[in-house]
């Protein structure tokens, strides 16, 4: 029972950490009944990949997170995918070495291209219609240096979902969404 509030508190209260990212995106279980299993990727294939930055603030067991990835179109598409995803969360530090991480936020996902979807414009709107998403972290750091894994699983539920529908469950969000897994190296700014 003392060891939580040890942990929580025995590192520093106040942190700031940025750097790049790189994420393979796995797709959903249909996905994996139509190849050989989860890993069966088209490893060649550029939109397989998602690249950006990600940006971590703590203040002691509270985490907010965003991480800014574009996805390369795909062979015949001429569409760059940008996502945006911004979660609120709690990050346990064990030993000052070691940080665990879970957060929840929207999705928000831009497309650039000729045959682009712009959304109806309306930012507040589309953040409200954007799946939620949840993510996992594991973050191990080395002095001002920060290595990162993380899961992401984005749902096809949204926060308009849940407040028009009584019946939405929690569960509901795992019906089909999307996987991706990832890394980070993360600079310590404070």
């Known amino acids: 029972l003392l060891v939580f509030p040890a942990a929580a508190f025995g ?16 797709g959903n279980s249909d996905d994996w009944e139509n190849r050989d299993g989860i890993f069966d ?50 990050a346990l530090p064990l030993a000052n070495v070691l940080r665990l991480g879970a957060g929840i936020g929207p999705n928000l996902n831009f497309s650039i291209g000729d045959d682009a979807d712009d959304g109806d414009g309306d930012a507040l709107e589309d953040a409200m219609n954007a799946s939620l998403s949840m993510r996992a972290n594991a973050d191990l750091s080395l002095g001002n240096i920060v290595l990162s894994v993380y899961g992401l699983l984005n749902s096809s ?32 700014i404070f």
């Not at 590192?11 to 796995?26: D, Q």
């Not at 550029?46 to 985490?63: I, K, P, Q, W």
């Not at 929690?170 to 980070?184: H, L, R, T, V, Y």
């Open 157 to 188: 539920t949204s926060f308009n979902d849940i407040a028009d529908d009584d019946d939405v469950k929690f569960m509901d969000m795992f019906k089909e969404p999307n996987f991706g897994m990832g890394a980070s190296v993360l600079f310590s």
């Open 11 to 26: 590192s520093n209260l106040l942190g700031f950490r940025i750097g790049p990212t790189a994420m393979v995106n796995l």
């Open 41 to 90: 990727l088209a490893w060649d294939d550029m939109s397989t990949y998602s690249f950006g930055a990600d940006a971590r603030f703590n203040f002691t067991l509270v985490e907010l997170t965003a991480l800014a990835q574009i996805t390369l179109p795909e062979d015949d598409s001429e569409v760059w995918h940008i996502d945006l995803l911004p979660t609120v969360g709690v």
